[in-house]
């Protein structure tokens, strides 16, 4: 599985992005797939995850409430809308594919480029 990140950029405080995966293979669908985050200076911090079925998903702590993760298996697609951007959400977004819904980045097996997103006050 191939992935790309896409719609990352420069919002102020309060604004909303949404981001795109788009993913190559005939078996994305079986895939669970994750996004996760990196900032300068710190590990790679879970976001979001869900099943292949989509029926399944998990967000961090820091972005429940806020954040949704969707995806459309015709499409191969996976997004994360990301509404009520704080300051401290500025990081370079990845997504992941893996064969379960997992937090810990080891358990994706594939990942993408990744795409910035940076928040400014």
């Known amino acids: 599985v191939q992935l790309v990140e896409s719609g990352g950029g420069l919002v102020q405080t309060g604004g909303s992005l949404r981001l795109s995966c788009a993913a190559s293979?005939?078996?994305?669908?079986?895939?669970?797939m994750g996004w996760f985050r990196q900032a300068p200076g710190k590990e790679r911090e879970f976001v979001a995850a869900i099943s292949w079925s989509g029926g399944i998903y998990y967000y961090g702590d820091s972005v429940e409430g806020r954040f949704t993760i969707s995806r459309v298996n015709a499409k191969n697609m996976v997004y994360l809308q990301m509404n009520s951007l704080k300051t401290e959400d500025t990081a370079v977004y990845y997504c992941a594919a893996g064969p379960n819904v997992r937090v810990s980045p080891v358990e994706y097996g594939y990942w993408g480029q990744g795409t910035q997103v940076t928040v400014s006050s």
């Open positions: 293979g005939h078996t994305f669908s079986t895939y669970s």
